[in-house]
C-alpha cells in the first residue's frame, strides 16, 4: 500500500517536509509507504482549456511533471496535501498544481483516502487547511482527520518542533491515514464502494 503527499513549500527540509516527515514514521510503521513529491513554484496555472475534461484522458494539455504526478495519485492508495500558509492561502505554485490535477483526475481518485496539513507563522492556517480539503471533498475522497485540525506553527525550519500539540496532531493523523486505508483495502471485494454519478452542473447565469 501506498500514500502520496504533495508539498506546496519552494523550501526543501522545510516545515512543511517535515511535518510529512511525522506521518511517515505512523504510515511506515503499519507497512504503508509515503512518496513525497515537492511542488514548490515549478509549476505553471491552469489555461481554462478544458483539454483534460474533452479528451478523457485525465492529464492535462500543458506538458510538464503535473501528469506524472496526476498518475501517481491515481495509482496510490492515499494522498495527501501540505502547504505553507501565503497571505492566508495555498501557496501560489500548490495551487496551480492542484486547480490542474484535480480537474484532470476526476473520478479517478473517487474514494481514495485524503487528508490535508499546513503549517504557517501566526494566522491562516484554518483557512488555508479548508481550502485543501475543498479539493479533496470534490473529489468524493475519504477525509482522514486527527483530533484537532492539521495546522502546525513554526516560522524557521525546524521550529515546528516545538510546537508539541501540533507534532501530536501529525502523528495521530499519520495513525489515522493508515487506518483508513487498511480499512478500505481489507474491504475490497466485500464490501463495494458507493455508486457515484456525474454531476448537474447548473450555471446561474442563463
Not at 496526476?70 to 492566508?88: F, R, W
Not at 487528508?115 to 473529489?139: D, I, K, P, W
Not at 493523523?173 to 483495502?185: F, K, P, Q, S, T
Amino acid at each position: 500500500m501506498k500514500v502520496v503527499a504533495f508539498n506546496g513549500s519552494p523550501r526543501k527540509g522545510g516545515n512543511t517536509e517535515q511535518c510529512l516527515k511525522i506521518v511517515e514514521k505512523e504510515l511506515n510503521a503499519q507497512g504503508i509507504e509515503l512518496e513525497i513529491i515537492q511542488v514548490g513554484n515549478q509549476v505553471k496555472g491552469c489555461c481554462a482549456c478544458y483539454y483534460c475534461l474533452n479528451s478523457g484522458s485525465g492529464h492535462c494539455a500543458q506538458k510538464d511533471q503535473v501528469n506524472e504526478w496526476i498518475d501517481k495519485m491515481v495509482e496510490a492508495d492515499g494522498v495527501i496535501l501540505a502547504s505553507p500558509v501565503y497571505y492566508g492561502g495555498i501557496a501560489g505554485g500548490m495551487k496551480c498544481f492542484l486547480d490542474r490535477a484535480f480537474l484532470a483526475a476526476g473520478s479517478k481518485l473517487h474514494h481514495k483516502v485524503g487528508a490535508a496539513l499546513v503549517t504557517l507563522r501566526r494566522s491562516g492556517g484554518l483557512e488555508t487547511y479548508q481550502q485543501l480539503n475543498a479539493y479533496l471533498n470534490t473529489m468524493e475522497m475519504v477525509i482522514a482527520t486527527s483530533d484537532y485540525w492539521q495546522a502546525v506553527h513554526g516560522e524557521k525550519p525546524g521550529e515546528i518542533q516545538q510546537d508539541t500539540e501540533g507534532v501530536e496532531v501529525m502523528a495521530k493523523l499519520g495513525r489515522n491515514i493508515a487506518w483508513l486505508v487498511r480499512l478500505i483495502e481489507n474491504g475490497k471485494g466485500t464490501v463495494d464502494a458507493p455508486e457515484t454519478h456525474p454531476r448537474t452542473m447548473t450555471n446561474f447565469i442563463r
